[in-house]
DNA sequence: CTTCCACAGGAACCAGCGGACC
DNA sequence: GGTCCGCTGGTTCCTGTGGAAG
């Protein structure tokens, strides 16, 4: 394009009338103003927690639910609520919303401690003296998990309120370094005098807590709460709400919205994936030139969420996955049944080839775990008795986009 | 009933990095 | 510059095991 083709491009784009009001309501950060089909759950935690509001320390929640069905979103509003009637009423309260998931903010115990003695730290700054700035200052690194521990309590001391602790994903960070610093956080209240925290569990994992320790369970498990997933219909009405706002009237044609929820509830009432795919549908649409979004941009939308997805997974992955990745390709190619050994065997060539340190078979087998549970692949364990015990692999993707990756890892791989 | 394969997967350990602190 | 720390991404060594074959 030359410049003044360009130039025309980018005007004629803003004149374009698009369908979308405001596309930010789609999306998965939004915050609606009123959450529908969840008033039993918004009031259930509000009863647990108001307690807060008169100083008093509320029982632990926690709270399970599959993915979709509004959990953080319900927890953000309620607790947000109860902060601003603190503030208008000098309440000392506060809550800390941390997502365990994220890597490098709370995937590990310092990571996890250091990022509420920030959020803390953060509200009593303008007290700090530039001496005390400097003794309870929070290092990345460098210090022992002891020494953040110590301000920590240092910093929940001189905040002095009652503490919402909101732990988002709490079962990966578990999973990742175990059960100990959930009995660690039920015991914050014992070593502290003036201010006291109420741990708010939510996890994906419906059967997360019998995987904890006995202990663990009953402190942290005070009051539970499980959000059923969504039904077809109340998708539905969600989507209906949203798609108002989002779109500019008669934009979108009848029945899209209606697809969008059956698709969403097809497997388990997943409200974010209803959403992910009607704005992916309307990016389609508007792609294209079209007026409205129609239902025939929805099954596009499908196919292309799916595999914007893995693309994305195989490209951020490293070399040694994706050396691994492509040789499972490469087997599957030969054969659509077969075994670690088999993919150690071509993963070793694969390394010769493009020039790579071969890892050990332990390893491989690591990774080829990471990728069942990324879900690119099915990795089951199962055994041929006098053959052995071994995982039986195979590809879960659909097989036109297999070629398509392995060119890209060629690629990557400089093979 | 026993044997024995081909790994699974736990545990301990290690190297190397970036950073704190003296 | 030496010693501490956390964290990642490995290795080494190991014990455990489902079930077909003998």
Redesign the pocket.
């Known amino acids: 394009m030359d410049k003044d083709i360009l130039s025309e491009y980018f005007e004629n784009y803003i004149e374009t009338e698009t369908f979308f009001k405001n596309r930010k309501v789609l999306q998965a950060s939004y915050m609606p103003d009123t959450i529908i089909h969840r008033d039993g759950e918004i009031k259930t935690i509000a009863g647990i927690l108001a307690p807060a509001l008169k100083n008093d320390l509320p029982s632990n929640l926690f709270i399970y639910g599959k993915t979709g069905t509004g959990k953080t979103l319900t927890v953000k509003r309620v607790t947000t609520q109860m902060e601003n009637i603190a503030k208008k009423k000098k309440i000392p309260l506060k809550a800390i919303y941390i997502n365990c998931k994220l890597?490098?903010v709370a995937?590990?115990?310092?990571?996890l401690i250091?990022e509420i003695a920030k959020e803390l730290k953060e509200d009593i700054k303008e007290n700090l003296s530039e001496e005390e700035e400097k003794e309870l200052?929070i290092?990345?690194?460098?210090?022992?998990?002891?020494?953040?521990y110590d301000i920590f309590k240092n910093v929940a001391e001189r905040n002095g309120k009652t503490i919402l602790l909101i732990l988002d994903e709490i079962d990966e960070l578990v999973k990742?370094?175990g059960d100990e610093i959930l009995y660690n956080l039920t015991r914050l209240n014992a070593d502290l005098s003036n201010s006291q925290f109420s741990i708010i569990g939510i996890s994906n994992n419906l059967t997360f807590a019998e995987t904890l320790e006995p202990r663990v369970k009953s402190s942290l498990g005070e009051e539970d709460l499980i959000f059923p997933p969504y039904n077809a219909l109340q998708i539905q009405q969600i989507l209906k709400e949203r798609s108002s706002l989002a779109f500019t009237e008669e934009s979108v044609q009848i029945g899209v919205v209606e697809k969008c929820s059956a698709y969403a509830a097809r497997d388990h009432g997943d409200a974010r994936r209803a959403l992910d795919l009607l704005r992916v549908a309307a990016e389609v649409a508007e792609r294209e030139g079209s007026e409205k979004v129609m239902i025939k941009h929805i099954d596009v939308a499908e196919t292309k969420i799916e595999r914007d997805k893995v693309m994305d997974i195989v490209k951020s992955q490293?070399k040694?996955?994706q050396a691994t990745l492509y040789s499972i390709l490469t087997v599957t190619n030969k054969d659509n049944s077969f075994?670690?050994?088999?993919v150690?065997e071509t993963y070793k060539k694969v390394t010769t080839l493009c020039g790579l340190?071969?890892?050990?078979?332990?390893?491989?087998?690591?990774?080829?775990?990471e990728f069942d549970t990324l879900g690119l692949i099915n990795?089951q364990?199962?055994?041929?008795?006098?053959?052995?015990?071994?995982?039986r692999i195979s590809l879960s993707l659909p097989s036109t986009i297999g070629p398509r990756i392995q060119k890209i890892l060629e690629e990557s791989l400089g093979m």
């Open positions: 890597r490098n995937d590990t115990e310092y990571r250091a200052k290092h990345k690194t460098g210090v022992a998990t002891t020494e953040i990742k370094i490293p040694q996955f075994f670690t050994g088999d150690y340190r071969p890892l050990t078979q332990r390893r491989i087998s690591d990774i080829i775990v990795a364990v199962m055994s041929k008795g006098r053959y052995g015990r071994t995982r």
